[in-house]
T-cell receptor
Framework: AQKVTQAQTEISVVEKEDVTLDCVYETRDTTYYLFWYKQPPSGELVFLIRRNSFDEQNEISGRYSWNFQKSTSSFNFTITASQVVDSAVYFCALSELGGNTDKLIFGTGTRLQVFP | IAGITQAPTSQILAAGRRMTLRCTQDMRHNAMYWYRQDLGLGLRLIHYSNTAGTTGKGEVPDGYSVSRANTDDFPLTLASAVPSQTSVYFC?????????????FGSGTRLTVV
């Protein structure tokens, strides 16, 4: 069965600190996608990134970076120089690859609080 | 603005009552989903639809039903609400062929069953 584990329930940091959110996944599939979604205090869910299982290259987008390691079944998310606006709940998710179905299995989320 | 509309935004419902949560998208996405979000449990899939006319059960389907009569609408019905169905409900859609997993979410419906 597919499963996503986000062991960190809540993290608090002070602005400008770097922070890493952990995500560990389980799947029997050889092809799959991994995702991160952000849920700010307003409540909406915002797509951040998708990686497929064939691509283990790390990705950087501004202050955000993602480290995908198949050997440890992890897809960690790092925010560099955190800002108050980064305060949100972050969800890691997993899905099968493509076709007419892309059901996502979400982790339980990590609440990040960035204090000024 | 293209996206998903959910209604109502919030609702207080007496136990035993029937309730339909509405979800409409205008992006012509083939796939639609209903998730519930509960503290400490994350988002759990209730029902999904890969295309109009088809539906499937997710992780927590009991007590809920859905229909997909056309591409745009995907209502979720609670036949006889119970307090354990108190939750925030999110509808989502995706083009599973061109943009798998790239969900667009609605703004959610906060449901309280008393």
């Amino acid at each position: 069965a597919q499963k996503v584990t986000q062991a960190q329930t809540e993290i608090s940091v002070v602005e400008k600190e770097d922070v890493t959110l952990d995500c560990v996944y389980e799947t029997r599939d050889t092809t799959y996608y991994l995702f991160w979604y952000k849920q700010p205090p307003s409540g909406e869910l915002v797509f951040l990134i998708r990686r497929n299982s064939f691509d283990e290259q790390n990705e950087i987008s501004g202050r955000y970076s993602w480290n995908f390691q198949k050997s440890t079944s992890s897809f960690n998310f790092t925010i560099t120089a955190s800002q108050v606006v980064d305060s949100a709940v972050y969800f890691c998710a997993l899905s099968e690859l493509g076709g007419n179905t892309d059901k996502l299995i979400f982790g339980t989320g990590t609440r990040l609080q960035v204090f000024p | 603005i293209a996206g998903i509309t959910q209604a109502p935004t919030s609702q207080i419902l007496a136990a035993g009552r029937r309730m339909t949560l509405r979800c409409t998208q205008d992006m012509r996405h083939n796939a639609m989903y209903w998730y519930r979000q509960d503290l400490g449990l994350g988002l759990r899939l209730i029902h999904y639809s890969n295309t109009a006319g088809t539906t499937g059960k997710g992780e927590v389907p009991d007590g809920y039903s859905v229909s997909r009569a056309n591409t745009d609408d995907f209502p979720l019905t609670l036949a006889s609400a119970v307090p354990s169905q108190t939750s925030v409900y999110f509808c989502a859609s995706s083009d599973s062929y061109e943009d798998p997993g790239g969900y667009t979410f609605g703004s959610g419906t906060r449901l309280t069953v008393v």
